[in-house]
Every structure is written in structure tokens, then in C-alpha cells.
């Protein structure tokens, strides 16, 4: 079993940044990916960021070049840097971990951008 528990989300205005935390507790050794995901309300979650390896690195085209994904394996935590962020960004962000033939989830963080 992994556990998942985010950190982070919050109201910001558009262009501003924000940082989330994806702490792993549990069977961390088992983990093979981890990833972000987000959902806004009447969507699909979507995917946002994923990291294999701590280095391969995968992003949706809405946040290239605007988000960074990164895994800190000392501190079983895994982040998402969201710079220039616009209101379109706004959306519950959930934390995934990858193990063979699992998925896990965290509970998710509201990020809110609106002036």
C-alpha cells in the first residue's frame, strides 16, 4: 500500500505561482511513477505532469513550459512548481502513484486562480 497526501493548493491571481507537495508513505520502494492530475468542475481529470526514473519527465501540452514536475526521493515527496498560472488552471489536483499494477491516489488540493 501507498499512501498519498498532498499539500499546497490555494487561491492565487492569474500569473502567479504556486507550489504542491505529494508526500509517500508506505511501500515507497515500490513505486515505479508518479504523476499529477487535475480536475475542474463538470470535467474529466485530466492528466497534468508525470515522472518515471526521477527523470523522465511527461507534461500535458496546456502547461509545458509553465509547470515542472520533480521527485525528492530523500523526502519521499514528490512536487509540481505551476508558474503563470491562469484561471483555466483552476481545478482539484490529485497526486498519483504508480507500483506494479497498482495505482494510488491522494486526496487532492484546490488550486483556485482568479483575480
Known amino acids: 500500500q501507498v499512501q498519498l497526501v498532498e499539500s499546497g493548493g490555494g487561491m492565487v491571481q492569474p500569473g502567479g505561482s504556486l507550489r504542491l507537495s505529494c508526500a509517500a508513505s508506505?511501500?515507497?520502494?515500490?513505486?515505479?511513477?508518479m504523476g499529477w492530475y487535475r480536475q475542474a468542475p463538470g470535467k474529466q481529470r485530466e492528466l497534468v505532469a508525470t515522472?518515471?526514473?526521477?527523470?523522465?519527465?511527461n507534461y500535458a501540452d496546456s502547461v509545458k513550459g509553465r509547470f515542472t514536475i520533480s521527485r525528492d526521493n530523500t523526502k519521499n515527496t514528490a512536487y509540481l512548481q505551476m508558474n503563470s498560472l491562469k484561471p483555466e488552471d483552476t481545478a482539484v489536483y490529485y497526486c498519483n502513484a504508480i507500483t506494479m499494477g497498482r495505482s494510488f491516489w491522494g486526496q487532492g488540493t484546490q488550486v483556485t486562480v482568479s483575480s
Open positions: 515522472i518515471v526514473s526521477d527523470s523522465i519527465t
Open positions: 508506505g511501500s515507497i520502494f515500490s513505486i515505479r511513477g
